[in-house]
């Protein structure tokens, strides 16, 4: 029996993919392959696709929103889970809402459904390209005012590195600027739980289309980009020393640096993983060479 075959006896019968194209599920659209692709509709099927992983030996990487990700290889190796579970509990408790929110629930369609009933605390993330389970991952954050995905969360039900399942508290992802303790861990959000406040829904809608509009004016929109490409260090914004170093618009094959906001680095379409590579050692060694600061991707480079 094939390792297709074997995969589909834990996965179902024609749900598993071989040699499947991801560039279509990417934000930035990089020309990449799974070699083994698979996409889970509830926590059942993520919990299955791990342990089949585990018990096939096989890689395993799971998919969201495809943003906040540059895959530079031709092929993904092993299983790949597309997350695709969607579940959405509120419970009210006196003033407060709680939210149940699947990990593959998207970050703007949820916060838009949110903002619509006057639920304040996650309307700000509008307009964001990912997944909760991504957000929660990368701490996805907000300027304007300051704040991160994880700020209102409670706890989490995660699926750790044996195919077992846990619940932590907040305190558990120990949230920082662009980080959480599943990078280290490599655990998987099945859900999340938030605590939310009663707002007016005019005042949350508001705060919708400010994001919306915010975002529109200061990035490059409707083209394709894995979003900030590099961390901010020491407080100085990433997107400026770029920009600085005079390296808008700077080019290398089909992925040049954004005119608009010097952090997002932009494909034309069909570009070469090697002219990506290209362009960030040379974004990297100019910044370095003008302001002696090394900057590290905020991008999940792969």
């Not at 018990?55 to 997350?83: C, D, P």
């Not at 209102?152 to 303790?181: E, H, P």
């Not at 260090?233 to 400026?240: E, I, K, P």
Request: aromatic fraction near 10%.
């Amino acid at each position: 029996m094939n390792t297709k075959a074997k995969l589909e006896k834990y996965l179902g019968e024609d749900r598993v993919k071989e040699n499947f194209n991801l560039s279509p599920y990417l934000t930035l659209r990089t020309k990449t392959t799974a070699q083994y692709y698979f996409e889970a509709e509830s926590r059942t099927d993520i919990i299955k696709a791990k342990k089949a992983s585990l018990s096939l030996k096989l890689s395993f990487f799971i998919l969201g929103g495809g943003s906040n990700l540059a895959i530079i290889r031709k092929e993904l190796e092993g299983l790949v889970v597309r997350n695709k579970y969607i579940y959405k509990k509120i419970e009210i408790k006196n003033n407060d809402i709680f939210l149940k929110i699947s990990s593959g629930y998207p970050v703007t369609k949820l916060a838009k459904e949110l903002a619509t009933e006057g639920y304040e605390g996650l309307e700000y993330h509008f307009g964001l390209p990912g997944t909760i389970g991504g957000a929660l991952y990368m701490n996805s954050k907000w300027t304007k005012p300051q704040m991160y995905v994880g700020d209102n969360l409670v706890s989490a039900t995660l699926l750790d590195q044996t195919g077992k399942k846990k619940i932590v508290s907040k305190s558990y992802f120990d949230f920082a600027y662009d980080q959480s303790t599943l990078q280290k861990s490599k655990e998987i959000v099945l859900e999340a739980v938030f605590k939310l406040k009663k707002s007016d829904p005019q005042i949350t809608k508001q705060h919708t289309d400010f994001a919306l509009n915010y975002r529109k004016q200061t990035q490059p929109f409707g083209v394709f980009t894995s979003g900030c490409f590099f961390r901010n260090v020491n407080g100085q914004s990433a997107g400026q020393l770029i920009d600085q170093a005079g390296l808008k618009n700077l080019r290398v094959g089909k992925f040049h640096v954004s005119n608009k906001h010097a952090n997002f680095i932009i494909h034309d379409g069909d570009g070469k993983p090697e002219d990506l590579k290209k362009l960030l050692n040379l974004i990297k060694n100019k910044v370095k060479e003008k302001f002696e600061v090394q900057l590290e991707e905020e991008v999940i480079v792969i």
